[in-house]
């Protein structure tokens, strides 16, 4: 059980999901506390399982080209051994970015990138069309980012 967060914990933890790189001293500053209660609060978060990560946001507009596709993966049978090898297996896929066990019609979401829709057609050909792992995905190419 997750112990309570008061509103100070929510704010921080809102800030760093806007930003991961604001230092405790600017963290301290929004939330109307010291930087060293600010970096016991975040290293008590992290401690928790509450802040599992830092992210970068990636320029889509970068030199290299890429792209970003979502995978709705319906699996071959809802076993937790089914579930445990399908993520030891994205460990080792690089292109999966993220990968998010779901309630619903769709079982596993995945965030793959690409250098495009070929390299895509690859992807799947290699590690799902036969998997035994898999009944069925769909796949949903971004277009653009909205935010």
Do not use: C
Not at 60 to 77: K, Q, W
């Amino acid at each position: 059980m997750i112990p309570a967060l008061d509103d100070r914990d929510d704010h921080i933890l809102e800030l760093l999901q806007a930003d991961a790189w604001l230092t405790y001293a600017e963290l301290a500053r929004r939330v109307h506390l010291s930087a060293s209660a600010v970096q016991r609060r975040v290293e008590r978060l992290i401690a928790l399982g509450i802040i599992t990560g830092a992210h970068a946001q990636v320029n889509l507009n970068d030199a290299r080209a890429h792209m970003y596709v979502f995978l709705l993966v319906e699996l071959a049978d809802d076993a937790a051994s089914t579930i445990k090898r399908l993520a030891r297996a994205l460990d080792s896929l690089r292109e999966v970015i993220e990968a998010h066990y779901v309630a619903g019609d769709t079982d596993v979401v995945l965030k793959i990138r690409v250098t495009d829709m070929a390299a895509y057609d690859q992807f799947v050909q290699r590690n799902f069309n036969r998997s035994p792992l898999i009944r069925r995905f769909k796949t949903l190419a971004v277009l653009r980012s909205l935010k």
